[in-house]
């Protein structure tokens, strides 16, 4: 059989009952709600080992899903990303129970500031022996706004100016503010740091001054591998300059166009093409037959809530779908005057504009591909062969769907080259990109370095 290009598995998830099949922890296969356990946990990790996926990603919110009918009731009531853990609490047990996996945490830069966030990343780094990502977000929750004290969301350009900002200060952090070789550890003269290797940052910048210099010393990647999911023109903008790995659209339809223009993000900002990875995604339903597969994924997508979709939906389009009558047809709504343009641009992705509003919600909330394993191998090829590097697998039941991974996809993934049989050693940064285990040099975290230390 010809061998295909390897690529990056990384499992979507979040500190959560219900991530992106709402209701389906209600099913006998689902353990989900084993939410607060952490043997649920590491069962998942270690499972995802043994299917030899890169990642363990973990997506996070602050704030309840809110927009659907003014109320965040359909949210708790089918436990959707409400309640939510702590994704950075949990990420050094994971490490500890395993050797190879990466684990990325989401954290909004409104959190906290950057100076506590760079200390948490570069504890986690080290615990993990250099194995930890962040996923930078901005918050698309009004909510999140208002719980972390900004009184409501500022918009969306000063979220991206603060963003900047933050970087610049942990970057300077984690690359410039100790040497290479500040730390001495040496017994016989009983020093352990040589105080002329760190370094102030004195930063000063228009959302954040930080004096330094950093407060732990330097984890194995320093940086930790940098992720983001930018869908907006400055977004893209920012995931050009910052991103290591950038996700696309999780449509594999329309991602053509998406996946060609981050590359060339990258490249407008210097950087070059290895040191980018680019993540498609997809959920998926196995079956021995496809008639299997199909009664299968029939019976989830009954079990689906659809109130918690509807709420969901509001929250990423940004509009009350309550608005709407669901049982009008899109012809119509399209039509008429109740919807925003940015709620019409995302309903003329239906394969059928007769289909009612809630039929149009149940089915974009339960997009997946069906199939027998070498179907959905298939459906890992095309995306291959769009250009994507790797792909963000979410679940449809936890464990299931990575059991089911696990037996019937890694043998043939591993087989067609898709997948290797063995992890590589180093750092997740190593593991993802072949190279070091630091920034590259174009990178501009790096480039902070010739600021702090001449
Ligand atoms: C795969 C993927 C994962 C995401 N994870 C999160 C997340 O955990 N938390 C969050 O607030 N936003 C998350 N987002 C939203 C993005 O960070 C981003 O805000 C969104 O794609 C809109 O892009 P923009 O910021 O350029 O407007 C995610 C998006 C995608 C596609």
Redo the contacts with the bound molecule.
């Keep these: 059989m010809p061998q295909r290009p390897r690529m990056l598995f990384s499992a979507?998830n979040?500190f959560v009952l219900s991530h992106h099949d709402q209701g389906l922890w209600s099913h006998p296969r689902s353990r989900q709600l084993e939410l607060n356990s952490v043997d649920y946990w590491v069962e998942i990790a270690r499972l995802l080992e043994k299917a030899r996926f890169d990642i363990l990603?973990?997506?996070?919110?602050?704030a309840t899903y809110d927009i659907y009918q003014g109320s965040r009731d359909a949210a708790l009531h089918s436990g959707m990303q409400t309640p939510v853990n702590d994704p950075a609490v949990l990420a050094p047990v994971l490490a500890y129970v395993t050797e190879h996996l990466g684990i990325v945490v989401?954290e909004?830069i409104l959190q906290e500031p950057p100076y506590t966030f760079a200390r948490k990343m570069t504890t986690l780094d080290h615990l993990s022996r250099g194995r930890v990502g962040w996923?930078?977000?901005?918050?698309?929750?009004p909510g999140?706004g208002r719980n972390l004290g900004h009184g409501g969301l500022p918009s969306?350009e000063e979220?991206?100016g603060r963003a900047d900002d933050y970087m610049q200060v942990v970057y300077k952090l984690w690359e410039a503010s100790w040497e290479d070789d500040a730390v001495l550890g040496d017994r016989g003269s009983q020093r352990y740091v040589d105080p002329a290797k760190v370094h102030e940052i004195n930063h000063v910048g228009p959302y954040f001054d930080v004096v330094g210099p950093h407060i732990s010393e330097p984890s194995p990647q320093r940086t930790p591998v940098l992720f983001?999911?930018?869908?907006?023109?400055?977004?893209?903008d920012?995931?050009g300059r910052h991103a290591e790995v950038l996700?696309?659209?999780?449509e594999r339809s329309t991602a053509g166009p998406n996946i060609a223009r981050l590359r060339a993000e990258a490249g407008r900002a210097g950087r070059k093409p290895e040191d980018v990875r680019i993540?498609g995604?997809f959920a998926f339903v196995l079956g021995s037959t496809e008639a299997e597969a199909q009664r299968l994924d029939a019976e989830y997508r009954d079990a689906q809530s659809i109130e918690a979709a509807f709420a969901k939906f509001s929250a990423f389009w940004q509009f009350d779908l309550a608005r709407l009558d669901r049982h009008d047809k899109l012809t119509e709504i399209l039509n008429g005057t109740d919807a925003t343009d940015s709620v019409k641009k995302v309903l003329r992705f239906s394969p059928d504009l007769d289909w009612s509003l809630e039929e149009f919600v149940r089915w974009v909330g339960s997009r997946r591909i069906a199939g027998t394993p070498e179907q959905i191998v298939r459906e890992i090829e095309d995306w291959q062969d769009l250009g994507v590097d790797g792909l963000?697998i979410s679940y449809v039941i936890s464990p299931g769907t990575y059991e089911d991974f696990a037996e019937h996809l890694t043998p043939l993934l591993v087989d067609r080259g898709l997948m290797r049989a063995e992890y590589a050693p180093g750092t997740l940064r190593e593991k993802l990109f072949g190279k070091g285990p630091h920034l590259p040099g174009e990178h501009p975290g790096r480039q902070v370095r010739a600021l702090i230390q001449g």
């Design positions: 979507f979040e990603f973990f997506a996070d919110v602050l989401t909004n996923n930078i977000v901005t918050s698309f929750l999140a969306h979220r991206y983001q999911a930018a869908a907006s023109d400055v977004g893209i920012f995931a996700f696309t659209s999780l993540f995604g963000n």
